[in-house]
Structure formats: C-alpha cells, structure tokens
C-alpha cells in the first residue's frame, strides 16, 4: 500500500527507460498527494532527443485539463520567447519538476499552489528519467521550483540567472518563470530580461 506524500516517483518507473513507456508508467503514479485531487499526469513533451530541455514548475488550470505541459497563458508567453530568441520548437522538450497540477480550490476556481519540496522531491525521478532519455545539451531552468528540483536549494534565481552552470555532463541556464513575467507590474522590462536569458540558452548549445 502506498503512503500519501511518504514516497516517490521511483516506485513507479518502468523497466524500460524512452519516452514512452515513461509516459504510460507515470500515468499512474502516486508517488505524492498530488495525483488524488489533480486531472491527470502531465508529462513532459517534445522530440526524444531534443537539444534543449524546458523545466518549469507544475502543470496549471489549463495543463491539469488538456494533459499537456505549457499550453495555458505561461505557455503561450514562453513561445513568443523561444521565438524570439531562435530557438526552434522542434529542438525543444517540455517539462514540469512536477506533474500533477497543485492547487486549492476557491469556489468554482482552483488557485495555484507552489509545490512543497517533499512533492518536488518525489517527483524527481521523473525529471531524472527524462533527461537520461532525452539528454539535452542545455537545461532551461524556469523558475525557484525548477532551480530548487535540478540545481538544489541554495540556487538563486534571481542572483544566478541567465549564467551557464554545470548539471552533469549538461549546462543549465536558470531564468524567471513566465507566470513572474505576467504577473509583473513592469511586464516589458521583466520580459525583456527573461528573452536575454532564453538567448543565452540558445548560444550555449
Ligand atoms: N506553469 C508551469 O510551470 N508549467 C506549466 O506547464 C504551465 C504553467
Ligand atoms: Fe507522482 Fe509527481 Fe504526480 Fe506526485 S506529482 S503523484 S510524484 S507524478
């Protein structure tokens, strides 16, 4: 019997490691609490072996529904970033440091709840898995929850961001989260920072 929010993803990884049966595997996972109350698993998409791999933080309302990672408002921002920094989108792998949507519900709406680091933590293996598959040549680290699942609790995104640094035998480039730039007051400047650091990646492979 599985405990709540005692375990992790690693009870539930298939045999065999491709895109695939990690998809089929993780469908039913209950490594964490989150999988009871959320829609479905959102797993990561994109080519198998795509040059750059996009870490953010959690599925939201739209992704939770869709089953897709990066399809709701912050998706939509990060392909205009992408775009614009060259880099194509068929280069590129989707992900989340946690697959199932978190959130508490507010009457007929569900609010978005950062993950716990116990939560960020069960769900590791999967990110492990993914990018022992896909092995891309540069990891875009998306925000506090993607830095704290990949580059440990110590990173800070707001002093380290837009830096190459060493993950394995990879390089990742931590930038802002998409969902910080819609949220912000001065949502150009925030933007624009964000592009920089999305064209650092973009030279680093
Ligand atoms: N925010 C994320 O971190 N991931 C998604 O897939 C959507 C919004
Ligand atoms: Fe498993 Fe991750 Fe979902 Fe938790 S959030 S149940 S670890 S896939």
Redesign the pocket.
């Known amino acids: 019997m599985v405990k709540d929010g005692n375990n992790s993803a690693a009870d539930f990884l298939p045999d065999k490691l491709d895109l695939e049966s990690l998809r089929i595997a993780a469908a039913c996972c209950e490594g964490c609490g989150l999988y009871r109350n959320a829609t479905q698993t959102?797993f990561g998409e994109g080519p198998g072996h795509a040059k750059f791999m996009l870490v953010?933080?959690?599925?939201?309302d739209q992704?939770d529904r869709q089953g897709h990672?990066?399809v709701?408002p912050?998706?939509r921002l990060l392909d205009r970033g992408l775009e614009e920094a060259g880099i194509p989108r068929d280069e590129v792998y989707v992900t989340?440091a946690v697959k199932h949507f978190s959130f508490v519900p507010r009457g007929k709406r569900r609010i978005h709840q950062k993950p716990t680091a116990a939560e960020i933590a069960a769900c590791r293996p999967w990110l492990n898995a993914e990018l022992a598959v896909v092995e891309p040549e540069v990891v875009v680290v998306?925000?506090a929850t993607a830095a704290r699942s990949l580059l440990g609790p110590a990173f800070r995104v707001t002093r380290q961001r837009g830096v190459p640094v060493p993950l394995g035998e990879r390089l990742a480039v931590a930038t802002i989260?998409p969902?910080a730039v819609l949220r912000a007051p001065d949502r150009e400047v925030m933007y624009e920072g964000f592009l920089a650091d999305l064209q650092v990646a973009a030279r680093a492979a």
């Open positions: 959102v953010g933080e959690v599925p939201g992704e990672p990066f709701g912050a998706g989340n998306l925000g989260h969902s």
